[in-house]
């Protein structure tokens, strides 16, 4: 049942209104409130409660949480309400799960239930997040202790084994699970006619999370904002080896700033491809079918000596990452074999027939995957294997407990397809969350607000794309009329590419570009489903340099942006060939990729 709507307050606002009137979050945060709410056993296949767990306690003036869900909130208010936990068994599997969930207080409650992605291989570890859009929301231990434990940290039982319990709810089911519990308790908690409005936030592995709520648990969510997300996870994560793998390859090991270089350079010159030099490449399309990287040869670089934190799961050298790294200072002039190296980089995997093996980088996105280390004791530098593939392969493909690979001795081309075609096929199920179908997602009436940074260094920009056009396909066929299937499509899944935006974020290589908030992002979804407000462009916000404060208003794929004259919008325009740079085929798999 919806309720309809009276102004921006829905009917079941106001009725939850009027619960608050009449009870406190103390009279409500009872272990008997929580235990007379809990889903009734067999009401959820194969999930069965435990109520002797529950633990209810009321915290008064807390801060919402900005865990791995992404919270972007600087708000210094307060909250009220209730924190729980209960745990819940598989029917016959003997396991124990937990949950934890936050239940605001009933002046706040705004009919909602908010899920929040993590990153990396965790899920969300704070059950606040919400709180600041009048939402329960909750986590999950996923049965592995995922409060305290990532997901590659328990993939193997031991050398050789999978822990297929822990992929499968890694990959979507406690996300759904804890969903589905969470929804039927808040229902019950504050005595509700109908289960709340249900939202979800997440980017990187985030996003995929998403997805996999998207694909799999499609009729329990009426909002899913996913960012960049990693899915196509086997592809994704063995392609971190690419960059590495072309200089093993080359027998080339560049210098950074000798990467950075070619970048920069890059950028300042596709600047104004997209009609206005702002120091933001918005059309990294035009960028690819148009410049030509080998004019950059012969430009000098200098990099002052600089100790500098390492590559974390899929984020760029800028974000918080795992370890710190030393770089004397560097200066010399961009040699062939270094701008070789990039074109082989943006060009992306092909075997050694030459046919396409996944996705490119957008031209003048970090190659962050190809930065050699130094070596002291030689003064040289050499391969630094990222531990974001290195890893992937050690313990996901090869199956030994292993950090990272420690050498990529006999690695080709072939090699990395190989490994991607092997967890392709060994995670189809659970991790690789590619499912194009979303029919049921969409006939329950959800929404879907889809964005990816167009210089992003870790998940390629087209990796989005490509999702959005196997949905498309899947959905309306090629031989429908394009106005007509897109038109269709923006009325529930709108895809949106964020000009310079790196991974889940602002690029410190292009700052003056826009990125949306979580809070501008999250509530463009409310508004979207309990108003009936459908986004015709995306709001995003410069917050730094010149155009600090510039709010932009972001286009719709597969329209794309074209300033004129340097005013203070674009329009938004669609190229044939354009769209056709973003268009890709894997033959070097026998089988679909989506």
């Known amino acids: 049942m919806r309720y309809p709507t009276c102004g921006s307050v829905t009917l079941a606002v106001l009725a939850a209104s009027s619960l608050a009137k009449a009870r406190s979050i103390a009279q409500l945060c009872t272990v008997s409130n929580v235990q007379a709410s809990l889903p009734a056993n067999g009401t959820i296949l194969g999930i069965e409660m435990l109520p002797s767990t529950v633990t209810a306690n009321t915290v008064y003036n807390a801060t919402a949480g900005s865990g791995p869900g992404g919270s972007t909130s600087t708000s210094s208010a307060t909250y009220n309400y209730c924190n729980v936990t209960v745990a819940y068994t598989h029917t016959g599997r003997g396991d124990r799960v937990v949950l934890e969930y936050a239940f605001p207080a009933p002046n706040t409650f705004q009919n909602r239930f908010f899920v929040a992605g993590g990153q990396g291989f965790s899920l969300a570890t704070d059950a606040t997040e919400g709180l600041p859009f009048g939402a329960a929301s909750g986590i999950t231990d996923a049965g592995y202790d995922a409060f305290t434990t990532s997901y590659d940290e328990v993939n193997l039982y031991g050398n050789g084994t999978i822990n297929w319990d822990a992929a499968h709810m890694f990959g979507y089911q406690a996300l759904g699970e804890m969903t589905k519990v969470g929804k039927v308790m808040t229902t019950g908690f504050y005595g509700l006619d109908s289960k709340p409005y249900t939202y979800y936030y997440g980017c990187s592995d985030g996003g995929r999370q998403g997805m996999s709520q998207v694909q799999r648990w499609g009729d329990e969510y009426d909002g899913v904002v996913a960012g960049a997300p990693a899915f196509r996870f086997a592809q994704q994560q063995v392609n971190h080896l690419t960059g590495v793998t072309i200089e093993q390859t080359m027998d080339y090991y560049p210098p950074p700033c000798e990467l950075s270089k070619i970048v920069n350079a890059t950028i300042a010159a596709c600047d104004a491809l997209d009609g206005r030099t702002d120091g933001v490449v918005s059309r990294s399309d035009l960028c690819m079918l148009e410049f030509d990287l080998s004019s950059i040869v012969g430009e000098s670089y200098y990099c002052a000596a600089q100790s500098y934190t390492s590559l974390g799961f899929g984020f760029n050298k800028r974000a918080d990452g795992s370890s710190t790294t030393y770089q004397p200072a560097q200066n010399g002039t961009v040699t062939k074999e270094g701008v070789e190296l990039a074109k082989a980089f943006y060009k992306g995997l092909h075997n050694s027939k030459g046919e396409r093996a996944y996705i490119s980088f957008q031209i003048a996105a970090e190659m962050s995957d190809a930065e050699t280390e130094y070596d002291s004791s030689t003064s040289s530098w050499g391969l630094d294997i990222p531990s974001t593939g290195g890893e992937y392969v050690a313990r996901f493909v090869e199956l030994v407990e292993a950090d990272n690979l420690s050498n990529l001795d006999n690695v080709t081309y072939d090699t990395l397809v190989d490994w991607m075609n092997t967890a392709m096929v060994l995670y189809m199920d659970s991790l690789q969350t590619t499912v194009p179908d979303l029919t049921t997602f969409k006939s329950s009436g959800g929404k879907l607000l889809h964005f990816h940074g167009e210089s992003d260094p870790s998940v390629p920009t087209a990796s989005s794309v490509y999702y959005w056009q196997s949905v498309r396909e899947a959905m309306y066929g090629l031989a429908r009329s394009s106005t007509k299937d897109l038109t269709e499509l923006a009325e529930w899944y709108q895809l949106y590419l964020i000009p310079g935006a790196a991974h889940c974020g602002a690029n410190d290589l292009q700052p003056n570009g826009p990125f949306p908030s979580m809070t501008t992002l ?73």
Do not use: H
Request: net charge negative; hydrophobic share 30%; aromatic share 16%.
């Open 522 to 594: 999250v509530e463009t979804m409310i508004d979207w489903v309990e108003n009936g407000e459908q986004p015709a462009r995306l709001n995003a916000s410069v917050s730094s340099g010149p155009y600090s404060g510039e709010v932009q208003r972001l286009c719709q794929f597969p329209k794309r942006p074209l300033w004129k004259n340097n005013k203070n919008d674009f329009e938004c325009v669609f190229d044939e060939k354009s769209y056709e740079s973003w268009t890709y085929s894997f033959p070097a798999f026998n089988m679909t990729v989506y």
